[in-house]
């Protein structure tokens, strides 16, 4: 990994979008995770981080337990569909309710995590990383995260300008 900086990026709600009306027995479903439509820009987005070569670009993203394996799978072949750029060296997954702070080692102020929920953004600077908090037009509509750049997707370019503001403690 070298000295390259670290972007982890979440995938419910940021690379896929989220099905608001969805039930957990819906989740739970076989086909549930590996169909569900890609935000494109976001997914544009990200190709042009990678592109870059300027930092290692990971996926972080919860599992159900429920069904752990399975959510894994279907959330593999998601990205190997629409991201398959991102190998499986760079695709971590940890279970719902559980820290995706404590799932990455080492976290510095140059490790960006990318993610929808302010709870998992708020976790990741106190570990001492930083945060873009992706704006789906679901979460986030009340303003609690304060403490990085805030960000709806519209262009390739806008995830790098905020992942540059958030190393920098920028909030916009």
């Given at each position: 990994m070298g000295n390259k900086k670290r972007i982890?990026?979440?995938?419910?709600?940021?690379?896929?979008?989220?099905?608001t009306g969805a039930e957990l027995s819906d989740l739970e479903k076989a086909g549930?995770?590996?169909n569900l439509r890609p935000c494109r820009k976001?997914?544009?987005?990200?190709?042009?981080?990678?592109s870059s070569r300027r930092a290692e670009v990971y996926i972080l993203s919860a599992v159900l337990p429920q069904c752990a394996e399975r959510s894994r799978e279907e959330k593999n072949q998601w990205l190997d569909r629409y991201l398959p750029e991102i190998g499986a060296d760079h695709?971590?997954?940890?279970l719902?309710?559980?820290s995706k702070a404590e799932a990455v080692h080492g976290i510095k102020?140059?490790?960006?995590?990318?993610?929808?929920?302010?709870p998992n953004l708020q976790e990741w600077i106190r570990s001492g990383g930083s945060g873009v908090k992706i704006l789906n037009g679901i979460n986030g509509l009340s303003g609690t995260f304060t403490r990085g750049p805030r960000v709806?997707?519209?262009?390739?370019?806008?995830?790098?300008r905020a992942?540059?503001?958030a190393r920098l403690g920028r909030t916009a």
């Open positions: 982890f990026i979440d995938m419910d709600g940021v690379l896929c979008e989220y099905n549930y995770f590996a976001m997914v544009k987005a990200v190709r042009h981080l990678l695709r971590i997954f940890t719902c309710g559980e102020k140059s490790d960006v995590l990318c993610d929808d929920h302010s709806k997707i519209e262009k390739k370019r806008d995830l790098a992942v540059e503001a």
